[in-house]
């Protein structure tokens, strides 16, 4: 079954043209996400744990689960991730910038948390269109 939903993941995240999916966000409860990397390989993750993060940045995030809603998020520039694979083989993977920033977004999910608690408000993409113009 996990092998299943991995592979669901994998297929809904490439039909939604997204960086990252949890397990949670179509319905299963199971500590499961995927994240694209820099090198635009789709990584599976089960049971991740965040064992290091280090930095800081701010950055614009927006979510499958809130379409069409975008917020100014801070989150660590470094993070690094223990988890296992399909086959149950732990590793640990490291991502910086985006990847970081998908990392920490996806493990969130895992415990029920969404972006929008860590932003003050949230735009739609014609408001930051807007201000990008003013800028």
């Known amino acids: 079954k996990l092998h299943w939903l991995l592979d669901d993941l ?3 995240l490439e039909e939604a ?3 990252g999916l ?6 299963i409860l199971r500590r499961a996400v995927i994240v694209v990397d820099d090198q635009e390989q789709m990584i599976e993750l089960v049971n991740p744990v965040i064992i290091r993060q280090e930095g800081e940045q701010d950055g614009w995030e927006g979510c499958l ?3 069409g809603m975008y917020g100014k998020v801070r989150r660590p520039s470094s993070v690094t991730v223990r988890a296992q694979d399909r086959n149950g083989n732990f590793f640990e ?3 910086e910038d985006m990847v970081a920033r998908c990392f920490c977004h ?9 972006f929008v608690e860590h932003t003050d408000k949230l735009y ?3 408001e930051l269109e ?6």
């Open 17 to 19: 043209d997204g960086v």
């Open 93 to 95: 993977v490291s991502g």
């Open 124 to 126: 739609t993409v014609e």
């Open 22 to 27: 949890a397990a949670p966000q179509v319905g």
């Open 10 to 12: 994998r297929e809904t």
């Open 65 to 67: 689960s809130v379409p």
């Open 130 to 135: 807007a201000m990008e113009e003013d800028n």
């Open 106 to 114: 996806e493990l969130e999910h895992l415990d029920g948390h969404l």
